[in-house]
């Protein structure tokens, strides 16, 4: 009796064994292939769901379903122009037949380091093919110039190809390489282009020259317009200064003509009016003439001698 319970009981674990390793569950982001002694066995199981296989001998490989991606090592690539510089890509790609995919690449590993020999390959011979302009341009696109001194830069080389179309160029011939791995490249991108040390050094170097010939020009022209300025001021201020005096002296000549005609006058009236305004003309000149400290010597015939005589 306690044998025929442990049989019932040994029986049991391997019927849940058996249960559990005669099944397996594909998940929406996964696919399968069941392989059996390292040989693939049956159809791909691609769509989701449980699936069924013969315990301990067959095996189950998974494969992602979902796009991957793929990241290029920067590389030192010469332009057809002789332009070095340093490219860095990157790609997506999918699994699309793993049955193949199995076959030719086994896992994932694998498939990257293929696709780092296909895409480094057609990335530098992409490079190599064309200018460096046809690599960071994508259309002849007009400038939009918003300052005097860019106006030079109206009209810019024109590109045969553009970057755009060299991508796709390379992702195609990239895809008929692949095309018997099981795998799809979606799309490879620039990620980052830049001239190696030694060119971008001479580059800074341009670049600090033509901003130093741009700002001396500013500097010229600020000077001449500076120059200008001053003179307009110069000229300017000489006008006014000339108007000034010519204005003064014409109110002193009026000035005096007035007094002349106002002592004219007087010296035409009565005699009591002439000694009046002699008297005065005397005062002033001896007011204007002489201060407290002043000695003077007159002779007796002196008209100031008179009014002086006279105040006495």
């Excluded at 791909?44 to 992602?64: A, H, T």
């Excluded at 193949?100 to 992409?126: K, M, P, V």
């Excluded at 033509?210 to 000229?235: H, P, T, Y």
């Excluded at 005609?261 to 009016?273: D, R």
């Amino acid at each position: 009796m306690k044998k025929a319970k442990i049989l019932i009981y040994i029986l049991g674990i391997i019927l849940i064994i058996g249960s559990l390793t005669s099944t397996f569950i594909v998940n929406e982001s996964r696919q399968a292939i069941v392989t059996q002694f390292g040989k693939p066995v049956g159809e791909p199981r691609i769509e989701p769901g449980l699936y069924f296989k013969i315990p301990f001998i067959q095996k189950v490989q998974f494969f992602d379903k979902r796009y991957l991606k793929w990241n290029g090592d920067p590389n030192q690539v010469t332009t057809k122009d002789k332009k070095y510089i340093f490219v860095d890509t990157y790609a997506r790609w999918q699994v699309t037949d793993p049955l193949r995919f199995f076959i030719r690449l086994r896992d994932e590993r694998s498939a990257q380091s293929r696709l780092d020999d296909i895409l480094d390959g057609e990335t530098r011979n992409a490079v190599a093919s064309f200018n460096l302009l046809d690599l960071i341009r994508s259309t002849n696109r007009e400038p939009v110039v918003s300052e005097d001194y860019l106006q030079e830069l109206d009209e810019l080389e024109k590109i045969s190809v553009g970057r755009a179309k060299i991508e796709e160029m390379i992702l195609e011939k990239a895809n008929e390489r692949t095309a018997d791995l099981g795998i799809k490249i979606l799309d490879i991108r620039f990620k980052r282009m830049n001239y190696v040390d030694e060119v971008r050094d001479r580059v800074y170097d341009r670049m600090i020259s033509e901003r130093k010939r741009i700002a001396d020009q500013f500097r010229s022209e600020g000077q001449g317009e500076a120059s200008k300025i001053q003179g307009n001021k110069e000229r300017d201020l000489a006008k006014i200064q000339s108007e000034a005096v010519e204005e003064s002296e014409i109110i002193k000549g009026k000035a005096d003509a007035e007094a002349t005609s106002i002592y004219a006058a007087a010296y035409n009236k009565n005699g009591s009016s002439r000694d009046f305004y002699s008297f005065l003309r005397a005062m002033e000149s001896l007011e204007k003439s002489f201060d407290d400290k002043t000695n003077i010597v007159i002779t007796t015939d002196s008209d100031l001698y008179k009014y002086l005589k006279q105040a006495d």
